[in-house]
């Protein structure tokens, strides 16, 4: 299990301004459903420039559901200059620090709150967003540009901490190649060695990473708040299950919890996984 901290811990299954914001006047939206993470982060701007409301929907990780919930804590009050000061370390350092794996969570809400701010403004959408740049990561719909700004403003230094910060190269790998020669040029040094991808699993080893996941990722966010899981069966890549209950994680989302299983399954184990309901 990630070792979470207690703010995190609290944000996640109590969390802060979460809910559609009906009277919002600025709306920032960054991810997607299909690679998994997703944030839409709503706004109330006073005619002084003043945040004074803010609410989220969130589908991703107790990561991402804290990393939001902690985000508009931290700018009801702000104007929106100051607002605009704030970067996914602030974020991270808000909540008494992130698991490493899970740095990307506090990205995406600062990317978030910047959209929200240029739609305020009636400016163009973030250059680093999705539809820019040259489509590197399949598996987590991300371009060069993102991966880029994260060396850039996070002093990276590794293929593991550009995976950690923006989730490229986190499933099948195929693009940590291109991952390598990014960061080579960002750091001007010589392109490091070819990586190969992650060897496909076989029915043993997808079976056992599956019941792992279940048993120390998924089962005790659920049962932390009502929820429930029980694996009923394997078949290939067809995930059987039995669920039941509701959890935090989804009420702040808007998803089911066959799709919060699904997302996990597909992040921890393989990208291509499906989930049904027995």
């Known amino acids: 299990m990630w070792n979470y901290t207690d703010a ?33 982060l709503y706004l109330k701007i006073s005619d002084a420039n003043i945040i004074e409301k803010a609410g989220f929907e969130t589908f991703g990780c107790a990561s991402a559901i804290a990393s939001s919930s902690v985000l508009t804590d931290m700018i009801i009050g702000k104007s929106v200059d100051e607002a605009l000061k704030i970067t996914n370390k602030d974020i991270a350092e808000a909540l008494g620090g992130l698991p490493k794996e899970k740095m990307h969570c506090s990205v995406m809400g600062q990317e978030a709150l910047e959209a929200a701010i240029r739609q305020w403004k009636g400016e163009p959408p973030v250059p680093h967003a999705h539809e820019e740049g040259k489509l590197i990561c399949k598996c987590f719909g991300v371009t060069d540009a993102q991966i880029i700004r994260a060396i850039r403003e996070n002093n990276l230094k590794t293929i593991e901490e550009v995976t950690n910060y ?100 597909r992040e921890h184990v393989e990208p291509d996984l499906i989930v049904e309901e027995a």
Do not use: W, Y
Request: proline letters at 4%.
């Open 8 to 40: 995190v811990h609290d944000h996640f299954l109590h969390p802060h301004n979460a809910g559609r914001l009906d009277d919002a006047n600025a709306i920032g939206e960054v991810g997607s459903l299909a690679c998994g993470d997703a944030l839409k």
């Open 166 to 265: 923006t989730k490229a190269g986190g499933a099948c790998g195929d693009c940590k190649d291109q991952i390598a020669e990014i960061l080579a040029a960002e750091l001007k040094q010589q392109p490091l060695t070819e990586l190969k991808p992650r060897p496909r699993l076989t029915n043993v080893q997808r079976m056992k990473l599956i019941m792992k996941t279940i048993d120390e990722d998924i089962r005790p966010q659920l049962e932390a708040d009502g929820g429930s899981i029980e694996l009923v069966d394997v078949d290939g890549k067809r995930v059987i299950v039995s669920l039941g209950g509701r959890c935090a994680q989804c009420r702040a989302s808007a998803v089911t919890l066959h799709d919060l299983v699904q997302r996990l399954l």
